[in-house]
């Protein structure tokens, strides 16, 4: 038998040195990684970085061209502050009209980029017929903003036959007119990016007789 007495016994080694231990031994075998080892996993992560921001300006190029490079059509109309120069009608006899007024044509442009319209005809009538003619001259709507052009109007009722309701609307005080004209253009994105838009413009102006003074204006 074996005296236990005589046995020598050894503390337990506690976990957390263990593990103490074994961190020191990682860290001693990191510091022997060799520098080419090293130098790839720079390179990787490097690559990942580049990777990741060009996918980021890809993005942000694309939300840039879906939204604000997309090209929304002008609206066109004729502005409600008209001056009659000009003001002759008769109900008698043979109904007529002649007027000479000045207006302003509003191109209003929503994009992010000015909006280049080309010279255009502008037509005025009466129930269908041809009343008057003006040409709108070539101009630029910047971005975001609305471009007045102030433009003078002849229109009489010389082309009218005598079956028009001329004279029983002369008789109430008022004189229906249309307008309408096709702009053709371009809207430019930074300076280099063009997209052909065209814009129409169709009112209705109703001119009160009595008071030498536009009523109303529906576009």
């Known amino acids: 038998m074996v005296d236990r007495a005589n046995q020598?016994?050894?503390?337990?080694?506690?976990?957390?040195?263990?593990?103490?231990?074994?961190?020191?031994?990682?860290?001693?075998s990191g510091s022997l990684i060799p520098d080419h080892v090293l130098r790839r996993k720079k390179r990787i992560k490097l690559a990942i970085y580049i990777s990741a921001f060009v996918v980021f300006e890809i993005m942000v190029?694309?939300?840039?061209?879906?939204?604000?490079?997309?090209?929304?059509?002008?609206?066109?109309?004729?502005?409600?502050?008209?001056?009659f120069?000009?003001?002759?009608?008769?109900?008698?006899?043979?109904?007529?009209?002649?007027?000479?007024?000045?207006?302003?044509?509003?191109?209003?442009?929503?994009?992010?980029?000015?909006?280049?319209?080309?010279?255009?005809?502008?037509t005025f009538m009466y129930q269908g017929v041809t009343v008057g003619?003006?040409?709108i001259p070539k101009h630029t709507a910047g971005m975001r903003s609305t471009k007045k052009v102030t433009v003078r109007v002849n229109v009489n009722s010389n082309?009218?036959?005598?079956?028009?309701?001329?004279?029983?609307?002369?008789?109430?005080?008022?004189?229906t007119l249309n307008s309408h004209a096709k702009f053709k253009g371009k809207v430019v994105f930074m300076f280099l990016m063009?997209?052909?838009?065209?814009?129409?413009?169709?009112?209705?102006?109703t001119v009160d007789s009595s008071?030498?003074?536009?009523?109303?204006?529906?576009?």
């Open 159 to 175: 082309a009218l036959p005598s079956t028009t309701k001329l004279g029983s609307e002369l008789g109430a005080g008022v004189l």
């Open 61 to 83: 190029i694309l939300v840039f061209a879906l939204v604000l490079m997309k090209a929304r059509t002008p609206k066109v109309r004729l502005g409600t502050n008209v001056t």
């Open 211 to 219: 008071t030498k003074a536009v009523k109303s204006m529906i576009c």
């Open 8 to 28: 020598q016994v050894y503390p337990l080694v506690p976990p957390d040195s263990q593990s103490r231990r074994s961190d020191e031994n990682l860290e001693d």
């Open 133 to 135: 003619q003006i040409t």
């Open 85 to 122: 120069q000009n003001f002759k009608t008769r109900t008698q006899a043979r109904p007529s009209f002649d007027l000479s007024f000045t207006a302003q044509v509003r191109v209003k442009n929503t994009n992010f980029g000015p909006y280049k319209f080309d010279s255009t005809n502008a």
């Open 194 to 205: 063009k997209k052909k838009k065209s814009a129409e413009m169709n009112c209705t102006m």
